[in-house]
Nanobody
Framework: QVQLVESGGGLVQAGGSLRLSCVAS????????MGWFRQAPGKEREFVAA????????KYADSVKGRFTISRDNAKNTVYLQMNSLKPNDTAVYYC????????????????WGQGTQVTVSS
């Protein structure tokens, strides 16, 4: 069992930056691939970024490439999402998720989810 807790969301102006953190419980964090997803009101859950257990492989949605960076610190059981050059359409609840296998873009393949953190970007 893995429990995930996100933090770092908030209100920021367009062009600003935020760093989200997701802390995992359990001693097996380093064996999980991790992903970030987001969901805006009235929209489906959307893939943002994913990282392999070692951190050696990452994936990004086209909409965030070059602006967002996913990273992890296995010693701290934490995965991060650095978000730069934020846009109003980045506004959403951001969720982190853990996958026993490999970093995937499909939300339904993830095994554990956090409760989400709200990110609001004003224009």
């Amino acid at each position: 069992q893995v429990q995930l807790v996100e933090s770092g969301g908030g209100l920021v102006q367009a062009g600003g930056s935020l760093r989200l953190s997701c802390v995992a419980s359990g001693r097996t964090f380093s064996s999980y691939a991790m992903g970030w997803f987001r969901q805006a009101p009235g929209k489906e859950r959307e893939f943002v970024a994913a990282i392999s257990w070692s951190g050696g492989s990452t994936k990004y949605a086209d909409s965030v490439k070059g602006r967002f960076t996913i990273s992890r610190d296995n010693a701290k059981n934490t995965v991060y999402l650095q978000m730069n050059s934020l846009k109003p359409n980045d506004t959403a609840v951001y969720y982190c998720a853990a996958d026993r296998n490999y970093p995937t873009v499909n939300w339904f393949e993830y095994d554990y989810w956090g409760q989400g953190t709200q990110v609001t970007v004003s224009s």
